[in-house]
């Protein structure tokens, strides 16, 4: 499975983006997928966790109420619809895929994708 995030870009503190995470390559039936991010000097950490129906969801406190993610598995592909940004969300934000959802959440999945820059001005 190839993972294709995009998305990200400059957008001011309270706006909103939307990322997409687009796979392609061996099948996306079953996959669990997760967001993640990374901000300069600091280690990767959990967004948020959906299940391949989307009938399950997870996410970090720090996100909680202000980001959504959902899925298209017709499209092969998962969001993450952020709003309220803040200038702590400022990240290369990253998706990733595996068939168990206990692994993507631990970010032990097999799958990732390149990453896509989240900058919010303060």
């Known amino acids: 499975v190839q993972l294709q995030a995009s998305g990200g870009g400059l957008v001011q503190a309270g706006g909103s983006l939307r990322l997409s995470c687009a796979a392609s390559?061996?099948?996306?039936?079953?996959?669990?997928m997760g967001w993640f991010r990374q901000a300069p000097g600091k280690e990767r950490e959990f967004v948020s966790v959906?299940?391949?129906?989307?009938?399950?969801?997870y996410y970090a406190e720090s996100v909680k109420g202000r980001f959504t993610t959902s899925r298209d598995n017709a499209k092969n592909t998962v969001y993450l619809q952020m709003n309220g940004l803040k200038a702590e969300d400022t990240a290369v934000y990253y998706c990733?895929?595996?068939?168990?959802?206990?692994?993507?959440?631990?970010?032990?999945?097999?799958?990732w994708g390149q990453g896509t820059q989240v900058t919010v001005s303060s």
């Open positions: 990733a895929a595996d068939t168990n959802a206990l692994a993507v959440r631990a970010g032990s999945a097999r799958y």
């Open positions: 390559g061996r099948t996306f039936s079953g996959a669990a």
């Open positions: 959906i299940s391949w129906i989307g009938a399950n969801t």
